[in-house]
């Protein structure tokens, strides 16, 4: 697995947003074929140094990784970890948490305030709805 985090921006008086980077895996971080560890100090720079750059323009969206599996749906330690990142981590009210398969990309909204998640479906294109836990 291998993983990173997603920068970008929220359209002013919409529900779109705009993914402007996605970073890849870091030194420090850990991968193996099933598991994958974000070295946060790292990590944590470089969003830090982006949002100097770009001064203030692109915030925390989320994260992402991948699995091995054709349609990725998360495990049950992905699942708490996110719930976790829902209560630590710093955003405005909603991240985002996408998953790489081997051939399906699928993504879910966390919500801070309420502890949710749910799955995104794309437009013209099947994602498991029933992943959230």
Excluded: M
């Excluded at 359209?11 to 850990?30: E, K, N």
């Excluded at 598991?35 to 140094?49: E, K, N, P, S, Y």
């Excluded at 495990?75 to 985002?96: G, M, P, T």
Aim: hydrophobic residues 40%.
């Amino acid at each position: 697995e291998a993983g990173g985090v997603l920068l970008g921006r929220h359209i002013r008086d919409t529900c779109d947003i705009v993914v402007d980077l996605v970073s890849t895996p870091l030194p420090g971080d850990r991968q193996s074929r099933t598991r994958f560890f974000r070295a946060r100090r790292r990590h944590q720079a470089l969003i830090d140094q982006v949002w100097l750059v770009i001064d203030g323009a692109c915030t925390y969206l989320g994260e992402w990784h991948t699995h091995p599996e054709v349609i990725p749906t998360p495990s049950l330690i992905d699942q708490f970890d996110w719930r976790r990142k829902l209560i630590v981590d710093r955003f405005s009210n909603c991240a985002f948490f996408v998953i790489v398969g081997t051939t399906a990309v699928c993504a879910w909204e966390g919500h801070q305030r309420r502890l949710l998640l749910h799955s995104l479906e794309r437009s013209g294109g099947d994602v498991p709805n029933d992943a959230s836990g």
